[in-house]
């Protein structure tokens, strides 16, 4: 099998969380045997799966095709910071992109400028203590000010206002996974419910169009996966 089945059935692996191996995969033809193989491996008494793994299956997708992050390196461990730009305005661009990415509610990047205003304000007050001691004039207070604007631009120059960051305590795709089911727990829930034939069917066919480009109306029981589907 080549390179496009093997993530067609990496994909289908992941989504129902099952194991295919190859002599099982090798015999499989059309995307009914395919369906039928699913159905075999398949405990549908049971919950369809984890719903932290389908969060972090679910956030694993988005960051692909959100910033187009290679599958390999997204593992619960991997730091977010370094799978994205530097904190700036093109991280609040990747982020975003990976919102519009999945129908799921990701939280928003935080923007930190917290020490340029404490500089600001350390200014000010550096500003009127030298007004008030020497009984200043304006220019005075223009002067006074300068050790304050110094403290901002050398802070601006570290930490700028515009500088997005992860929110507190997501550090890592695991984290951002737990957040991901948190807020969107409901969904979740549903989809952990038992698996139905219509729907392996749905979730296969969806896997399919999203790996081979195909339309929809062309995945059918008896397409080929190689000839008619293109997935070599």
């Not at 090798?26 to 075999?40: F, N, Y």
């Not at 990701?106 to 500003?127: H, M, N, Q």
């Not at 038992?194 to 109306?217: F, H, Y």
């Amino acid at each position: 099998m080549g390179l496009d089945g093997v993530e067609l059935m990496l994909e289908i692996e992941d989504k129902f969380q099952i194991s295919l191996g190859d002599d099982e995969v090798g015999s499989v033809g059309t995307v009914g045997e395919l369906h039928a193989l699913i159905l075999t491996k398949l405990d549908r008494t049971s919950p369809r799966a984890c719903a932290t793994s389908m969060a972090f299956y679910d956030a694993r997708r988005a960051l692909m095709t959100g910033v187009g992050i290679a599958r390999n390196q997204i593992r619960p461990a991997s730091r977010l910071d370094s799978l994205f730009a530097p904190p700036s305005l093109m991280r609040r661009k990747q982020w975003r992109q990976v919102q519009e990415s999945t129908m799921l509610n990701f939280p928003d990047l935080e923007r930190l400028a917290v020490w340029t205003y404490f500089s600001l304000a350390i200014g000010a007050i550096l500003g009127s203590v030298v007004a008030h001691r020497f009984d200043a004039r304006w220019f005075i207070i223009a002067l006074a000010m300068i050790p304050g604007a110094i403290a901002a631009a050398f802070a601006c120059a570290f930490v700028p206002i515009g500088r997005w960051h992860f929110p507190q305590g997501i550090a890592t795709v695991g984290d951002l996974a737990r957040v991901v089911l948190g807020v969107n727990i409901e969904s979740f829930r549903r989809l952990s419910a038992r698996w139905t034939e219509d729907d392996v069917w749905n979730a296969l066919k969806a896997i399919i169009v999203e790996q081979s480009g195909m339309p929809p109306e062309k995945v059918r029981p008896e397409a080929a996966i190689v000839g008619d589907l293109g997935i070599d």
